[in-house]
């Protein structure tokens, strides 16, 4: 039985690994892994923290709204900091902020209420962190 169980996690591994490259094969894989590069706003929602740093060093603006590929996250296009919150990132949301994001009132009012929308208190935490001077506690519309 103990042997059994200490199976079960690699051999569920390899499962997976195998349904992975059953579905390459047959060309059912996600839009990001079949290359070309990332925009800002998706390398935000994928937590490529690398890839962040070295499109912002190369020139992309943080703070500009960029397309996205399907399966990355349920719209096609959103500002860096948008992908961060509606990707539940927010230690990408401090790193775009660290690297020139900038947050007045309306883009805090925005991201305040979308982290609330979808229920995670680190997320919120993180865009509260930022919360401009003038940014006033309202409720956000429901």
Same mark, same amino acid.
């Given at each position: 039985?103990?042997?059994?169980?200490?199976?079960? @996690?690699?051999?569920?591994?390899?499962?997976?690994?195998?349904a992975l490259l059953g579905a390459a094969v047959f060309g059912n894989t996600p839009t990001f892994w079949k &290359?070309?590069?990332?925009?800002?706003?998706?390398?935000?929602?994928?937590?490529?923290? &690398?890839?962040?740093?070295?499109?912002?060093?190369? &020139?992309?603006? @943080?703070?500009?709204?960029?397309?996205?590929?399907?399966?990355?996250?349920?719209?096609?296009?959103?500002?860096?900091?948008?992908?961060?919150?509606?990707?539940?990132?927010?230690?990408?949301?401090?790193?775009l902020m660290h690297e020139g994001a900038t947050m007045d009132e309306p883009r805090w009012r925005h991201l305040?209420?979308?982290?609330?929308?979808? &229920?995670?208190?680190?997320?919120?935490?993180?865009?509260?962190?930022?919360?401009?001077?003038?940014?006033?506690?309202?409720?956000?519309?429901?």
């Amino acid at each position: 039985m103990l042997a059994a169980c200490a199976a079960a @996690p690699p051999l569920a591994a390899t499962v997976f690994c195998a349904a992975l490259l059953g579905a390459a094969v047959f060309g059912n894989t996600p839009t990001f892994w079949k &290359g070309g590069a990332l925009t800002l706003a998706e390398a935000a929602a994928l937590r490529d923290q &690398g890839e962040i740093a070295r499109l912002i060093e190369a &020139g992309a603006d @943080p703070d500009a709204e960029y397309p996205l590929r399907r399966d990355v996250l349920a719209t096609t296009r959103a500002t860096p900091l948008e992908a961060a919150v509606a990707a539940r990132r927010p230690e990408i949301v401090s790193l775009l902020m660290h690297e020139g994001a900038t947050m007045d009132e309306p883009r805090w009012r925005h991201l305040h209420c979308l982290a609330d929308d979808i &229920g995670d208190a680190d997320v919120l935490q993180a865009v509260d962190a930022y919360r401009p001077a003038t940014g006033a506690a309202a409720p956000c519309p429901q």
